[in-house]
């Protein structure tokens, strides 16, 4: 568990271990949601396979470069 302290501008930082463990670079963006009185952060652009973050510019690209691509095959 982390405890994050917001400024007096209204910022808060994500944690560096946070940060690495989902790869997180700046300029990320972020959307934000409450429910029930619990703030959910998720980018914007990530990989809908491994969950790593994604630059911006990739948004709606399905996979990141570094997992394979999804093949399906039909045998008969």
Known sequence: MFEIKMNKNGQIKIPKAIRDCFEYKEGTIFKADVYGG???????????????????????????????????????
Not at 51 to 56: E, H, V, Y
Request: aromatic share 12%; glycine share 6%.
């Open 38 to 76: 619990v703030l959910k952060l998720e980018p914007l652009a990530y990989c809908r396979r491994c969950g790593k973050a994604l630059p911006n510019e990739f948004k709606g690209v399905p996979t990141c470069s570094n997992c394979p691509p999804n093949f399906s095959f039909t045998f008969r």
